[in-house]
């Protein structure tokens, strides 16, 4: 049964730091381009983070923030973000991407003061 299970999240002030964690079973992890997308209320959702073999991309938003990271012993995905603001407030959401397509169940982060 593949599973991608989220967890971090919640509420943090403007400056503050969170991580997220996706921990997947399942499927081949080492195979799949993992990513971070969010969707912020009245807003399409946002690929934020993507992590493949050799390279890892980033929204022009989030570069110099925010890092993702896998570690694909623990077929784990990360996303650390640091320095956030209001505008990162979104359901944040971990895909895989490879032979299939996967999505965790999704995380509030909230930024406010």
């Known amino acids: 049964q593949v599973q991608l299970v989220q967890s971090g999240g919640g509420l943090v002030q403007p400056g503050g730091s969170l991580r997220l964690s996706c921990a997947a079973s399942g499927f081949t992890f080492s195979d799949y381009v993992m990513s971070w997308y969010r969707r912020a209320p009245g807003k399409e959702r946002e690929l934020v983070a993507r992590?493949?073999?050799?390279?890892?991309n980033y929204t022009d938003s989030v570069r110099g923030r925010f890092t993702i990271s896998r570690d694909n012993a623990k077929k784990t995905v990360y996303l650390q973000m640091n320095s956030l603001k209001p505008e990162d407030t979104a359901v944040y959401y971990c895909n895989g991407r490879g032979v299939n397509d996967y999505w965790g169940q999704g995380t509030q982060v909230t930024v406010s003061s």
């Open positions: 992590s493949g073999l050799g390279f890892k």
